[in-house]
Protein backbone atom coordinates (compact mmCIF):
# COMPACT_ATOMS: atom_id res chain seq x y z
CA UNK A 1 0.00 0.00 0.00
CA UNK A 2 0.62 3.40 -0.35
CA UNK A 3 -1.65 5.50 1.56
CA UNK A 4 -2.27 9.25 1.96
CA UNK A 5 -4.65 11.25 3.66
CA UNK A 6 -6.55 14.56 2.49
CA UNK A 7 -8.49 17.08 3.66
CA UNK A 8 -11.13 18.27 1.59
CA UNK A 9 -12.31 22.23 3.06
CA UNK A 10 -16.27 22.75 1.52
CA UNK A 11 -16.37 25.87 3.23
CA UNK A 12 -19.44 28.52 3.50
CA UNK A 13 -17.67 31.31 1.57
CA UNK A 14 -18.42 35.05 1.13
CA UNK A 15 -18.46 36.12 -2.40
CA UNK A 16 -17.48 40.13 -1.21
CA UNK A 17 -15.30 40.05 1.54
CA UNK A 18 -12.19 38.02 2.70
CA UNK A 19 -12.77 34.36 3.68
CA UNK A 20 -8.69 33.98 4.74
CA UNK A 21 -10.27 34.22 8.56
CA UNK A 22 -12.50 31.68 8.32
CA UNK A 23 -10.27 29.36 5.89
CA UNK A 24 -7.50 29.77 8.58
CA UNK A 25 -10.03 28.81 11.49
CA UNK A 26 -11.65 25.83 9.85
CA UNK A 27 -8.20 24.21 8.79
CA UNK A 28 -7.08 24.75 12.64
CA UNK A 29 -9.75 22.59 13.37
CA UNK A 30 -9.66 20.17 11.15
CA UNK A 31 -6.30 19.21 12.06
CA UNK A 32 -6.94 19.12 15.69
CA UNK A 33 -9.62 16.99 15.34
CA UNK A 34 -7.66 14.84 12.24
CA UNK A 35 -4.04 15.52 12.89
CA UNK A 36 -2.86 12.58 10.34
CA UNK A 37 -4.36 14.46 7.11
CA UNK A 38 -1.33 15.19 5.06
CA UNK A 39 -2.48 17.18 2.38
CA UNK A 40 -5.49 19.79 2.23
CA UNK A 41 -7.20 20.76 -0.62
CA UNK A 42 -9.89 24.37 -0.45
CA UNK A 43 -11.99 25.23 -3.30
CA UNK A 44 -11.63 27.71 -6.19
CA UNK A 45 -11.23 30.97 -5.66
CA UNK A 46 -11.73 30.29 -2.02
CA UNK A 47 -9.96 33.14 -0.71
CA UNK A 48 -12.00 36.54 -2.04
CA UNK A 49 -14.30 35.01 -4.17
CA UNK A 50 -15.00 35.53 -8.00
CA UNK A 51 -14.30 39.57 -8.13
CA UNK A 52 -11.64 40.05 -10.17
CA UNK A 53 -10.82 43.56 -8.03
CA UNK A 54 -9.52 41.14 -5.55
CA UNK A 55 -6.51 40.33 -8.22
CA UNK A 56 -2.64 40.70 -6.41
CA UNK A 57 0.69 39.58 -7.91
CA UNK A 58 2.34 36.49 -6.79
CA UNK A 59 4.31 35.62 -4.32
CA UNK A 60 1.52 37.89 -2.63
CA UNK A 61 0.44 38.92 1.24
CA UNK A 62 -2.70 35.61 0.59
CA UNK A 63 0.14 33.82 -1.12
CA UNK A 64 2.02 34.55 2.42
CA UNK A 65 -0.86 33.70 4.68
CA UNK A 66 -1.12 30.44 2.57
CA UNK A 67 2.20 29.19 3.34
CA UNK A 68 2.25 29.98 7.12
CA UNK A 69 -1.02 28.10 7.33
CA UNK A 70 0.93 25.05 5.56
CA UNK A 71 4.12 25.47 7.49
CA UNK A 72 2.42 25.32 10.97
CA UNK A 73 0.42 22.72 10.35
CA UNK A 74 3.53 21.08 8.30
CA UNK A 75 1.23 19.60 5.57
CA UNK A 76 0.70 20.09 2.00
CA UNK A 77 -1.66 22.81 1.02
CA UNK A 78 -3.15 23.48 -2.20
CA UNK A 79 -4.88 26.98 -1.99
CA UNK A 80 -7.91 26.32 -3.97
CA UNK A 81 -7.12 29.75 -6.10
CA UNK A 82 -6.38 33.59 -6.40
CA UNK A 83 -6.72 36.00 -8.91
CA UNK A 84 -3.23 36.70 -9.82
CA UNK A 85 -2.25 40.11 -11.41
CA UNK A 86 1.09 39.80 -13.94
CA UNK A 87 2.15 42.14 -16.90
CA UNK A 88 -1.31 43.78 -16.69
CA UNK A 89 -3.38 40.50 -17.10
CA UNK A 90 -5.42 38.81 -14.60
CA UNK A 91 -4.90 34.73 -14.39
CA UNK A 92 -6.77 32.32 -12.04
CA UNK A 93 -3.82 30.42 -10.45
CA UNK A 94 -3.73 28.09 -7.54
CA UNK A 95 -0.53 27.52 -5.31
CA UNK A 96 0.87 24.61 -3.89
CA UNK A 97 3.08 24.44 -0.89
CA UNK A 98 5.01 21.92 1.05
CA UNK A 99 5.30 21.32 4.24
CA UNK A 100 7.49 24.12 5.22
CA UNK A 101 5.32 26.58 3.67
CA UNK A 102 7.94 26.74 0.20
CA UNK A 103 5.72 27.04 -2.97
CA UNK A 104 6.58 24.41 -5.17
CA UNK A 105 4.66 25.64 -7.87
CA UNK A 106 1.58 27.51 -9.18
CA UNK A 107 -1.28 26.73 -12.08
CA UNK A 108 -2.91 28.96 -14.06
CA UNK A 109 -6.48 27.79 -15.12
CA UNK A 110 -6.27 27.03 -18.82
CA UNK A 111 -10.06 27.12 -19.83
CA UNK A 112 -11.55 30.47 -17.96
CA UNK A 113 -15.29 29.62 -18.00
CA UNK A 114 -16.03 32.08 -21.07
CA UNK A 115 -18.02 34.10 -21.18
CA UNK A 116 -19.33 34.36 -17.88
CA UNK A 117 -15.71 34.38 -16.22
CA UNK A 118 -14.57 37.93 -18.59
CA UNK A 119 -11.31 39.52 -18.47
CA UNK A 120 -9.57 36.41 -17.39
CA UNK A 121 -6.49 35.22 -19.48
CA UNK A 122 -5.78 31.56 -20.35
CA UNK A 123 -3.21 29.72 -18.52
CA UNK A 124 -0.67 27.45 -21.16
CA UNK A 125 1.40 25.06 -18.79
CA UNK A 126 0.13 21.88 -17.45
CA UNK A 127 1.46 21.35 -13.63
CA UNK A 128 2.13 18.18 -11.87
CA UNK A 129 4.10 17.48 -8.84
CA UNK A 130 5.62 14.85 -7.05
CA UNK A 131 5.24 14.20 -3.11
CA UNK A 132 8.47 12.30 -2.09
CA UNK A 133 7.71 8.31 -1.44
CA UNK A 134 3.96 8.83 -2.14
CA UNK A 135 3.48 10.00 -5.99
CA UNK A 136 2.56 12.08 -8.66
CA UNK A 137 0.06 14.85 -8.28
CA UNK A 138 -2.02 16.71 -10.95
CA UNK A 139 -3.52 20.12 -10.84
CA UNK A 140 -7.27 21.08 -12.69
CA UNK A 141 -9.31 24.32 -12.21
CA UNK A 142 -13.28 24.09 -12.12
CA UNK A 143 -14.14 24.26 -16.39
CA UNK A 144 -10.54 22.82 -17.52
CA UNK A 145 -12.57 19.49 -16.33
CA UNK A 146 -15.10 20.00 -19.43
CA UNK A 147 -11.95 19.59 -21.69
CA UNK A 148 -10.70 15.75 -21.85
CA UNK A 149 -7.54 16.72 -23.12
CA UNK A 150 -6.41 18.36 -20.00
CA UNK A 151 -6.68 15.07 -17.78
CA UNK A 152 -5.64 13.01 -20.13
CA UNK A 153 -2.63 15.16 -20.77
CA UNK A 154 -1.68 15.13 -16.77
CA UNK A 155 -1.90 11.37 -17.01
CA UNK A 156 0.16 10.94 -19.99
CA UNK A 157 2.64 12.85 -17.61
CA UNK A 158 2.13 10.59 -14.84
CA UNK A 159 -0.31 11.79 -12.90
CA UNK A 160 -1.83 9.36 -10.50
CA UNK A 161 -4.36 11.98 -8.58
CA UNK A 162 -5.79 15.12 -9.96
CA UNK A 163 -6.54 17.47 -7.51
CA UNK A 164 -9.39 20.29 -8.98
CA UNK A 165 -10.75 23.30 -6.71
CA UNK A 166 -14.12 24.12 -8.03
CA UNK A 167 -16.35 27.14 -7.54
CA UNK A 168 -19.63 25.62 -9.01
CA UNK A 169 -22.49 27.47 -8.11
CA UNK A 170 -24.72 26.99 -11.08
CA UNK A 171 -27.32 24.04 -12.35
CA UNK A 172 -24.50 22.35 -13.99
CA UNK A 173 -23.57 20.48 -10.91
CA UNK A 174 -24.66 17.26 -11.62
CA UNK A 175 -22.94 17.47 -15.15
CA UNK A 176 -19.92 18.28 -13.32
CA UNK A 177 -20.28 15.12 -11.18
CA UNK A 178 -20.31 12.74 -14.53
CA UNK A 179 -17.49 14.20 -15.92
CA UNK A 180 -15.54 13.70 -12.16
CA UNK A 181 -16.84 10.19 -12.81
CA UNK A 182 -15.38 9.69 -16.30
CA UNK A 183 -12.06 11.79 -15.80
CA UNK A 184 -11.33 9.08 -12.93
CA UNK A 185 -12.16 5.95 -15.06
CA UNK A 186 -10.63 7.08 -18.43
CA UNK A 187 -7.62 8.15 -16.81
CA UNK A 188 -7.08 5.34 -14.30
CA UNK A 189 -6.46 7.67 -11.22
CA UNK A 190 -7.90 9.83 -8.10
CA UNK A 191 -10.09 12.83 -8.62
CA UNK A 192 -10.67 15.30 -5.85
CA UNK A 193 -13.09 17.91 -6.53
CA UNK A 194 -13.56 20.35 -3.73
CA UNK A 195 -16.34 22.49 -4.19
CA UNK A 196 -17.64 25.89 -2.05
CA UNK A 197 -20.74 26.34 -0.10
CA UNK A 198 -23.02 29.34 0.03
CA UNK A 199 -21.34 32.49 -2.28
CA UNK A 200 -18.84 29.63 -2.69
CA UNK A 201 -20.80 26.96 -4.46
CA UNK A 202 -23.35 24.69 -4.05
CA UNK A 203 -21.35 21.79 -2.43
CA UNK A 204 -21.32 18.51 -3.45
CA UNK A 205 -17.94 17.50 -3.58
CA UNK A 206 -16.71 14.87 -5.09
CA UNK A 207 -13.60 12.02 -4.03
CA UNK A 208 -13.93 9.62 -7.15
CA UNK A 209 -11.80 6.66 -7.15
CA UNK A 210 -9.59 4.87 -10.31
CA UNK A 211 -12.66 2.66 -11.18
CA UNK A 212 -14.56 5.50 -11.35
CA UNK A 213 -16.62 4.50 -8.21
CA UNK A 214 -17.44 7.61 -6.02
CA UNK A 215 -15.80 6.86 -2.21
CA UNK A 216 -17.79 9.85 -0.78
CA UNK A 217 -20.18 12.81 -1.96
CA UNK A 218 -20.63 15.99 -0.08
CA UNK A 219 -23.79 17.50 1.02
CA UNK A 220 -24.70 21.07 0.01
CA UNK A 221 -23.33 22.98 3.40
CA UNK A 222 -19.99 23.21 4.96
CA UNK A 223 -18.03 20.29 5.45
CA UNK A 224 -14.86 19.07 6.50
CA UNK A 225 -13.98 16.03 4.44
CA UNK A 226 -10.93 13.71 5.50
CA UNK A 227 -10.54 10.79 4.14
CA UNK A 228 -7.24 8.25 2.60
CA UNK A 229 -6.35 7.05 -0.49
CA UNK A 230 -3.84 4.04 -1.48
CA UNK A 231 -1.78 5.33 -4.66
CA UNK A 232 -1.31 1.62 -5.57
CA UNK A 233 -5.05 1.24 -6.75
CA UNK A 234 -3.83 3.35 -9.32
CA UNK A 235 -0.95 1.62 -10.29
CA UNK A 236 -2.84 -2.06 -10.20
CA UNK A 237 -5.19 -0.29 -12.65
CA UNK A 238 -3.25 0.69 -15.06
CA UNK A 239 -1.28 -2.63 -15.06
CA UNK A 240 -3.79 -5.09 -14.98
CA UNK A 241 -7.15 -2.67 -16.49
CA UNK A 242 -9.92 -1.32 -14.93
CA UNK A 243 -10.94 -4.16 -12.43
CA UNK A 244 -9.35 -6.30 -14.74
CA UNK A 245 -10.97 -5.10 -17.77
CA UNK A 246 -9.84 -1.70 -20.43
CA UNK A 247 -6.33 -0.37 -20.37
CA UNK A 248 -7.33 3.03 -21.49
CA UNK A 249 -4.15 4.51 -20.91
CA UNK A 250 -2.27 1.52 -23.14
CA UNK A 251 -4.72 1.91 -25.51
CA UNK A 252 -4.65 5.42 -25.89
CA UNK A 253 -0.57 5.14 -25.71
CA UNK A 254 -0.41 2.10 -28.74
CA UNK A 255 -3.03 4.45 -30.84
CA UNK A 256 -2.66 5.04 -34.79
CA UNK A 257 -5.46 7.58 -35.00
CA UNK A 258 -4.07 11.01 -36.66
CA UNK A 259 -6.91 12.74 -34.77
CA UNK A 260 -7.61 15.62 -37.48
CA UNK A 261 -9.24 17.87 -34.65
CA UNK A 262 -6.25 19.09 -32.71
CA UNK A 263 -4.53 20.03 -36.43
CA UNK A 264 -4.89 23.53 -37.88
CA UNK A 265 -6.94 21.47 -40.55
CA UNK A 266 -9.23 23.80 -42.35
CA UNK A 267 -11.26 20.83 -43.13
CA UNK A 268 -12.03 19.96 -39.77
CA UNK A 269 -12.63 23.32 -38.65
CA UNK A 270 -16.16 24.49 -40.71
CA UNK A 271 -18.10 23.49 -38.80
CA UNK A 272 -16.76 24.50 -35.50
CA UNK A 273 -16.74 27.68 -37.29
CA UNK A 274 -20.31 28.27 -37.81
CA UNK A 275 -21.11 27.51 -34.18
CA UNK A 276 -20.62 31.68 -33.93
CA UNK A 277 -18.83 33.51 -31.37
CA UNK A 278 -18.53 33.04 -27.83
CA UNK A 279 -20.68 35.49 -26.18
CA UNK A 280 -23.39 35.78 -23.52
CA UNK A 281 -26.95 33.93 -25.19
CA UNK A 282 -29.64 36.06 -25.54
CA UNK A 283 -33.01 34.74 -25.00
CA UNK A 284 -34.91 32.97 -27.56
CA UNK A 285 -37.98 34.31 -27.17
CA UNK A 286 -40.01 37.70 -25.61
CA UNK A 287 -42.88 36.29 -25.15
CA UNK A 288 -45.08 36.83 -22.02
CA UNK A 289 -42.13 39.81 -21.65
CA UNK A 290 -43.32 41.94 -24.45
CA UNK A 291 -44.73 45.72 -23.45
CA UNK A 292 -47.92 46.57 -23.71
CA UNK A 293 -48.34 48.46 -27.07
CA UNK A 294 -49.41 51.71 -26.28
CA UNK A 295 -52.85 53.33 -28.28
CA UNK A 296 -52.47 55.41 -30.83
CA UNK A 297 -51.76 59.00 -29.86
CA UNK A 298 -55.09 60.44 -31.50
CA UNK A 299 -57.27 58.21 -30.10
CA UNK A 300 -59.32 58.28 -26.61
CA UNK A 301 -58.87 55.73 -24.33
CA UNK A 302 -62.65 53.75 -23.67
CA UNK A 303 -64.37 55.02 -21.08
CA UNK A 304 -66.19 52.46 -18.33
CA UNK A 305 -70.05 52.56 -17.65
CA UNK A 306 -70.80 54.18 -14.51
CA UNK A 307 -73.12 52.60 -12.65
CA UNK A 308 -76.52 54.17 -12.41
CA UNK A 309 -77.98 54.66 -8.62
CA UNK A 310 -80.77 56.75 -9.05
CA UNK A 311 -84.07 56.09 -7.29
CA UNK A 312 -85.85 55.21 -10.47
CA UNK A 313 -83.16 53.11 -11.69
CA UNK A 314 -85.05 49.43 -11.88
CA UNK A 315 -83.80 46.81 -10.29
CA UNK A 316 -83.60 42.94 -11.76
CA UNK A 317 -86.48 41.17 -10.77
CA UNK A 318 -86.67 37.47 -10.12
CA UNK A 319 -88.10 35.78 -12.33
CA UNK A 320 -92.10 34.54 -12.22
CA UNK A 321 -92.22 30.54 -11.16
CA UNK A 322 -94.66 30.90 -14.27
CA UNK A 323 -92.70 32.79 -16.64
CA UNK A 324 -91.03 30.83 -19.06
CA UNK A 325 -87.13 30.18 -18.64
CA UNK A 326 -84.56 32.63 -19.97
CA UNK A 327 -82.56 31.68 -22.69
CA UNK A 328 -78.38 31.37 -21.77
CA UNK A 329 -76.65 33.85 -22.96
CA UNK A 330 -74.37 32.57 -25.90
CA UNK A 331 -70.63 32.58 -25.27
CA UNK A 332 -68.43 35.55 -26.12
CA UNK A 333 -66.66 35.20 -29.55
CA UNK A 334 -62.88 34.66 -29.10
CA UNK A 335 -60.91 37.36 -28.04
CA UNK A 336 -59.11 39.06 -30.71
CA UNK A 337 -55.08 39.24 -29.98
CA UNK A 338 -52.27 40.73 -30.82
CA UNK A 339 -49.88 38.31 -29.74
CA UNK A 340 -49.72 37.24 -33.05
CA UNK A 341 -49.09 33.52 -33.70
CA UNK A 342 -47.91 31.18 -30.65
CA UNK A 343 -44.25 31.63 -30.50
CA UNK A 344 -41.71 28.75 -28.76
CA UNK A 345 -41.37 28.56 -25.24
CA UNK A 346 -38.82 31.16 -23.58
CA UNK A 347 -35.42 29.49 -23.10
CA UNK A 348 -34.07 28.30 -19.89
CA UNK A 349 -32.76 30.81 -17.71
CA UNK A 350 -28.96 32.03 -18.55
CA UNK A 351 -27.31 32.03 -14.98
CA UNK A 352 -25.27 34.59 -13.94
CA UNK A 353 -21.53 34.61 -13.90
CA UNK A 354 -20.49 31.19 -12.55
CA UNK A 355 -18.68 33.01 -9.57
CA UNK A 356 -15.61 31.03 -10.19
CA UNK A 357 -14.39 31.15 -12.94
CA UNK A 358 -18.39 26.14 -12.77
Partial sequence: MTPFAIGGLQLELSGTQSNLPHMEARLDHLMSVFPWVQMVVFSELAAFGASTKHAQPLPGPAE?????MAARHQIWLINGSVFELHDGKIYNTTSVLDPVGRVVTRYRKMFPFRPYEANVESGHEFCVFDV???GRFGLSICYDMWFPETSRTLAAMGAEVILHPTM???????SELAISRATAVTNQCFFIDINGARDGGNGRSAIV???????YLAGHSEELIPFEIDLDRVRRSR???VRGLGQPLKS?????????????DPSMRGYLNSLGPLALPARGSRAGIRPAAAPPADSAAPQPASPDFSADSAAPQPASPDSPAETAPSPPPDR???AGPASAPPTAYQPA?????A
Fill in 168 to 174: TTTIDRD
Fill in 64 to 68: GDFQA
Fill in 336 to 338: PTD
Fill in 239 to 241: EFG
Fill in 132 to 134: PDV
Fill in 252 to 264: FRDCRVDFRVYKD
Fill in 353 to 357: AKETS
Fill in 209 to 215: APAGEVL
